[in-house]
């Protein structure tokens, strides 16, 4: 479908007035909900994941790019709503407590949006007990923990271990990443997934999710 394709790509080249545009025409044309979130945004976030992977793309690529891609999903959501398109699953995401820093964090977001997840943020300088308290609610298939000082590492194992006291851990997959986390440490702290980058922490969670369905 040619205004798919136009979709997708003004998404990937960062045009966000195009994208809404283009959004707003497909869908008063008649375009379905769910075509134009997954053949369209997904796939555009998904050709935007695989040209940074490969060093085509930056990060301030992804950030316009993901910008498009946000203000696309905003038009979208009711039609999707009413058409009952479901997410693939929920996603609650912070920076642990003590640590300030979200640019990291918000693209990882965004990128897990692009991914069809449904996002809850909980913004930075988030303590365990708000993970916890989130978990309960929404009931994610996956938490992501991101933090970006040396510092505030520990957080993410204080986390961990909060999801184990409130009975939750076994509820849960566990996601940390940023720029001083290593694979290495994710494991000593008991995290189920490492992410790298917003790139490769939207593919683990596509892939951690579907493998673990019937």
């Not at 790019?65 to 709503?81: E, H, I, N, T």
């Not at 640019?103 to 897990?112: D, H, P, R, S, Y």
């Not at 992501?144 to 851990?169: D, F, H, N, W």
């Amino acid at each position: 479908m040619a205004i798919l394709d136009d979709l997708r790509q003004s998404v990937i080249t960062g045009d966000a007035s195009a994208a809404e545009a283009l959004t707003r025409q497909a869908l008063a044309e008649g375009t379905p909900a769910e075509a134009v979130l997954r053949q369209g945004l997904i796939d555009a976030m998904t050709r935007v994941g695989r040209s940074f992977e490969q060093g085509e793309y930056f990060v301030p690529d992804m950030l316009i790019a993901a910008r498009a891609m946000k203000c696309a999903l905003q038009l979208l959501r009711p039609a999707l709503v009413q058409a009952n398109v479901q997410a693939l699953g929920t996603i609650v995401i912070g920076t642990v407590q003590g640590d300030l820093h979200d640019v990291g964090k918000n693209l990882v977001a965004t990128m897990m949006e692009g991914a069809g997840f449904e996002v809850v943020d909980l913004g930075a300088d988030v303590p365990p007990a708000a993970f916890v308290d989130a978990v309960r609610q929404h009931r994610p298939a996956l938490v992501g923990l991101s933090a970006l000082l040396t510092t505030t590492m520990s957080k993410m194992k204080a986390t961990i271990v909060a999801l184990g006291a409130a009975g939750l851990r076994d509820q849960v997959k566990v996601m940390v990443g940023g720029a001083p986390v290593t694979e290495g440490f994710a494991q000593e702290i008991g995290a189920d997934l490492y992410a790298s980058d917003a790139s490769a922490a939207a593919a683990s969670a596509r892939q951690a999710v579907c493998s673990s369905r019937p």
